[in-house]
């Protein structure tokens, strides 16, 4: 019922930035947050910024200062504007909706593909 496709992801020196997008699309009926998770190998996923539908965020603290994550209502689309990259922020990068899709009777998450984010030392 809902699609995500996500872009933005590559290959980039500590200290560069790059900048993730991810489109939602199909029978939204409303959107309550959006957000990006990562998840390393070896390790579990983990939260990186959420925004809710009236622009609140949330960040975790190994990011904060350095990513910023925003959204374009309109387009139901959600970026991730990461500079300062370090190696330790190297994982696949997941993009998450949640929310109403049209006759649905509860919120529903779905899940990008993911787009790998590597940074070298």
């Known amino acids: 019922q809902v699609q995500l496709v996500e872009s933005g992801g590559g290959l980039v020196q500590a200290g560069g930035s790059l900048r993730l997008s991810c489109a939602a699309s199909g029978s939204i009926f409303s959107t309550d947050a959006m957000g990006w998770y990562r998840q390393a190998p070896g390790k579990q996923r983990e939260l990186v910024a959420v925004?809710?539908?009236?622009?609140?965020?949330n960040y975790v603290d190994s990011v904060k200062g350095r990513f910023t994550i925003s959204r374009d209502n309109a387009k139901n689309t959600v970026y991730l504007q990461m500079n300062s990259l370090k190696p330790e922020d190297t994982a696949v990068y997941y993009c998450?909706?949640?929310?109403?899709?049209?006759?649905?009777?509860?919120?529903?998450?779905?899940w990008g593909q993911g787009t790998q984010v590597t940074v070298s030392s």
């Open positions: 998450k909706w949640s929310g109403y899709y049209f006759r649905s009777d509860r919120e529903y998450d779905y």
């Open positions: 925004i809710t539908n009236s622009g609140s965020t």
